[in-house]
């Protein structure tokens, strides 16, 4: 489907299993992240992003096991993210058959890494993740370790810095939007959109399809989403869906 806007399932991952948290906080147990990916195999999932939630926070570090696996059944591109913290483990990713690498923390605890592994891999495979929650004055703050640390940026900077650092593209994330099934934060998407020239890949809210065009329209280059594509009906059962090809063709600007 080149040359539609990307349509990307995020899956988040903890201790190997596939969990879907709300406002970064809890685990709601989904399943067996392997089968996720057959699933979206099946359904001709454009591309994938896979984030370990805990590597970082628990220090477990960079799950290769769990990779290998992934590399070993995904017919798609696949981003990978958690507890990457340096070019070598970058490049042992990819060489595992990754097409993307995620920053998250490392970006702030060491930026010098996100320049480390541009050059390593190339910035169109670097990936810096960008988590927002909106202050009550006005505006937003960014953080990390599933939002328990503030990084004392707002989202403009920290999208702006991984720009020039090197980074290739930024997955903006929504920390209030997140699993509520509330459609994106389009300012928040707008503001950061603006100040970079990267791809930025909107997450966080979305209810339905009918979500993605405004995100789009807000200066998105491609839309992402974890819960709507895992979850289904009030009760939220775990039900794996995606768009059609021909959904996906509609949200083509005209």
Known sequence: MSGFPRVIP?????????????RFKGEHYIGDPINAVRIFNEKQVDELFICDIDATVKKTGVNYTLIEEIASEAFMPVGYGGGVASAAEARRITGIGIEKVVLGTAALTNPEAISEVAFALGSSSTVVSVDARRRLTGGWDTAVERGRRKTGMTPVEAARRAQELGAGEVLLSSIDRESTFSGF??????????????????????????DFRPALDAGASAVAAGSMFVLNGKHRAVLISYPTPSQVRALSRP
Do not use: F, M, N
């Open 185 to 210: 934060d389009l300012p928040l998407i707008e503001a950061v959109s603006q100040a970079v020239t990267v791809p930025v890949v909107a997450l966080g809210g979305a209810s339905g399809y009918d």
């Open 10 to 22: 995020v899956l988040l991952v903890s201790d190997g299993y596939l969990v879907k948290p709300v």
